[in-house]
């Protein structure tokens, strides 16, 4: 958001923090908030009423007017980092809009969901040569203050390298069964100590908790899609070739490398806008 605010200096960008005072000054520390405002609603009495959720399910969007543009834009949670083009497609027309009036503009009209790519659109991006790829690497994630979450962050991240230098399926499930131990003795500590709200009502979107384990979900996912892509397409291969290839083609099968570049984001991103947060709810030495 601050990034947002420097490039758009005609924009206001508010970070609206629903949790507490002492998140609001943490997220100050995190992101060194100068052009966009950080601000925190003191009591729930001030919470939005029908609209609103936390800022990884959407942003509310207003014109300079403070008619709402959109009251819930596309989800990081389910489209990650392209979430935010929608937000910049909006902004871009709201002010050309304002910029030369030619546009005919609805305050109530509604956002266009994001279209997500198939895989036969996406095919010729794959297809590029390796030294015209980024190098994909994976660090091992920061501490987040609890030293159980660090051990699995460090597991996790071996368990992504292996992924990224070999490609194989079989390194691929190895991330997937490392993720789903992790995720789930992570989400077991957040209940214990009741981080982001989780003991209260599931349905609050204002749940940081909720939203939490919803980017487990969308990490997961992405690594499903490509375990069930990569076994489709070996299961065509086998049939036409016969079964006595058949072990051979899944083993030989190969990770798509933009869908390993995806989840090196995701695990990177979630650790560090995640993970960050529950240090200072849950102790250290939390087990």
């Given amino acids: 958001m601050e990034s947002w605010a420097q490039k758009r200096p005609n924009v206001q960008y508010l970070c609206v923090c629903v949790d507490s005072q002492g998140v609001a000054f943490q997220f100050q520390?995190?992101?060194?908030?100068?052009?966009?405002?950080?601000?925190w609603i003191p009591d729930r009495r001030y919470f939005p009423v029908g609209y609103g959720q936390l800022g990884c399910s959407g942003f509310v969007i207003s014109d300079e007017d403070g008619?709402?543009?959109?009251?819930?834009?596309?989800?990081?949670l389910n489209y990650g980092e392209k979430a935010f083009d929608d937000v910049d497609d909006i902004l871009d027309k709201l002010l050309e809009k304002k910029k030369d009036n030619k546009e005919n503009y609805s305050p109530t009209s509604s956002v266009t969901p994001l279209k997500t790519e198939n895989r036969e659109e996406k095919a010729p991006k794959r297809q590029k040569k390796e030294e015209e790829e980024k190098k994909m690497e994976i660090e091992v994630p920061k501490s987040v203050g609890v030293d159980?979450?660090?051990?699995?962050?460090e597991e996790c991240a071996v368990a992504i390298a292996l992924l990224i230098k070999t490609r194989s399926v079989d390194a691929l499930q190895t991330?997937?069964?490392q993720l789903i131990h992790h995720f789930n003795e992570e989400e077991e500590l957040m209940q214990k100590h009741n981080f982001?709200?989780?003991?209260?009502?599931?349905?609050n979107e204002f749940s940081a908790y909720r939203n939490h384990v919803k980017d487990h979900k969308r990490i997961l996912e992405i690594i499903n899609r490509e375990i069930n892509a990569v076994a489709l397409?070996?299961?065509?291969?086998?049939?036409?070739?016969?079964?006595?290839?058949?072990?051979?083609?899944?083993?030989?099968?190969?990770?798509?490398?933009?869908?390993?570049?995806?989840?090196?984001?995701?695990?990177?991103?979630?650790?560090?806008?995640y993970d960050s947060l529950y240090g200072h709810v849950i102790p250290s030495n939390a087990s």
């Fill in 175 to 177: 991330v997937s069964q």
């Fill in 67 to 76: 008619l709402f543009v959109s009251r819930k834009t596309t989800s990081y």
């Fill in 233 to 273: 397409v070996s299961s065509a291969c086998c049939g036409a070739k016969g079964t006595s290839t058949c072990e051979t083609t899944k083993k030989l099968a190969k990770v798509d490398t933009q869908v390993i570049k995806e989840i090196v984001e995701a695990f990177s991103n979630h650790t560090e806008k």
């Fill in 29 to 39: 520390q995190m992101f060194g908030f100068q052009h966009a405002k950080n601000c």
């Fill in 196 to 203: 982001g709200n989780a003991n209260d009502d599931p349905s």
């Fill in 148 to 153: 159980s979450m660090d051990e699995d962050h």
